[in-house]
């Protein structure tokens, strides 16, 4: 099985609007949303709910005031300055490291398991998919990724599907790091801006330091024409394979309104002329 | 007085936001840039940087002569940083928090800390301005220690801008944290509305007041101001889509760069949200 996972380094440079489209063109395939902390996928593709799992992850510490005596050990040793001078555990500032609960003398304080987030096993028009939701202001994105990665290959397995395609988070963080490991390859989505230019670059270099193979696209391409060659240059220069041009076309932002990729809503659009050049290049790559 | 400006969805127009708002007062303003993992504000700013830094975390290191293989670090560590391995003790440091319980629990004190480099933190002016960014190292995972040391250099005398990363987990949470005012920037399409409901729970959270810029205002649906109505939250200011605009972030140049007369809405802007957060 083959995984392609979609990045950008920058946000909203069209991530989710490609992935939508692949969805569309490839063939037997799992879609997985691993940007968990902003998941948008599911608005297009539309899920029906078949599994629905709580994402249990890490530990935060509870102060048992009956218990303590104040001795002021735990607001010692905690590294996050998380336990108040009146003893309360800030929830948000816990780390889950422990320590506090360990050393408590008077076994005081208590380490809950997190529920800090859900993932979903559904159906879509597309095929099954994978994704899931962190909750907010949560931690551990890492490992919510890497679980629903695992879940989407599982589904993918059972059906006898050879693709997993997901849909990556931004940045070069956490959850980057942790949608990459494995994968069979990367489609970084640019855009032809000095912003853009900048997370490519460091979107590369983090693909370069899991050695997983990267493709480029660059979205929104006569923006600034200058900008995108440079960033085809770049990639090139690093040995990335570039998968297309996608010109600036609002039928992307009309499809989404309507709950459509762009495939759908207009299949001869600029937009989906390019974005099918991309697919067929990156099927091609990642040989299926 | 600190303005956090965040957005759930990535791409929505933060970093226009903030260093545009950041250009046009005319008193004391710092600009923090906590998108560590992808700072794009100083292209824009071309800040002259005067100071680097780097920033580390403690991390353990074993001293095997000493070490019994008694296992408490590998047991006190929720982290599975380090392990008891056959007849040696393995830290990874890339997986570890620095909570330093493994070197406080060992009885045979045969652990000490060293350290692991989170990023770089650069300091530097553009005319007025003061201008604070921290750069994630590539491959770091953990950006949450950086942002806290970009945040250190909040000055109580200055208005803090702080350009906040996408998403709304642990990094946007301690962009946020203590903020007096959270500007909140999306785009009025489904996704942007998704995300922007999803960063009003987290300012929730938090107990922050917020207000709303809608960037390519004129792209999209009625989704977002219908939301925001509901939930009573003020829109401050509406940007259409403009390809000049486009076109000048392209190249790294600021709206008030190509459009000056747009330096006295985002001088109202602050007005508003002094009004707001008082």
Known sequence: MKELVIISGKGGTGKTSVVAAFASLAEKKVLCDADVDAADLHLITDPEIKQ?????????????????????????????????????????ECEGCGVCHYFCPEEAIAFPVNTCGEWFI????????????????????????TLIRQEGKKLAEERHLDLLLTDGPPGVGCPVIASLGGATAVLIVAEPTVSGKHDMERVVELADFFRIPAMLCVNKFDINPDKGRMIEAFAEDRKIFVAGRIPFDPAFTKSMVMGKNIIEFNSSSEGSKAVRIIWENAKQRLGI | MIISVASGKGGTGKTTVATNLAVSLEFAVQLLDCDVEEPNAHLFIQPKIEDVEVVTTPVPEV???????????????????????????????????????????????????????????????????????????????????????????????????????????????????????????TEPTPFGLHDLKLAVGAVKVLGIPCGLVINRSDMGDDGVKIYAEEEEIPLLMEIPFDRLIAEAYSRGEMIVDVMPEWKERFKDLYRRIVEIAG
């Open chain 2, 63 to 185: 001293d095997l002569k000493k070490c019994t293989l008694c296992g408490k670090c590998a047991e006190i560590c929720q982290f599975n940083a380090i392990v008891v391995i056959g007849e040696t003790v393995l830290p990874f440091h890339e997986m570890c928090h620095s909570c330093g319980g493994c070197t406080h629990v060992c009885p045979e004190k045969a652990i000490t800390e060293t350290t692991r480099e989170l990023g770089i933190i650069e300091r530097g002016r553009r005319n007025g301005l003061e201008f604070v960014h921290g750069l994630l190292r590539v491959g770091e995972a953990m950006s949450p220690p950086l942002i806290r040391k970009v945040r250190e250099y909040t000055r109580s005398d200055a208005l803090t801008i702080i350009d906040a990363p996408p998403g709304t987990s642990c990094p946007v949470i301690a962009s946020m944290k203590d903020a007096d005012f959270v500007l909140l920037v």
């Open chain 1, 122 to 145: 559904s159906e879509t028009r597309f095929g099954p998919m994978a994704h899931a939701r962190l909750g907010i202001a949560e931690e551990n994105s890492g490992k919510l990724v």
């Open chain 1, 52 to 92: 629905h799992h709580d994402f249990e992850a890490g530990h935060t510490a509870v102060i048992n005031k009956e218990k303590c005596t104040e001795c002021g050990l735990c607001r010692d040793l905690c590294r996050w300055n998380a336990i108040s001078s009146d003893f309360v555990v800030d929830s948000i």
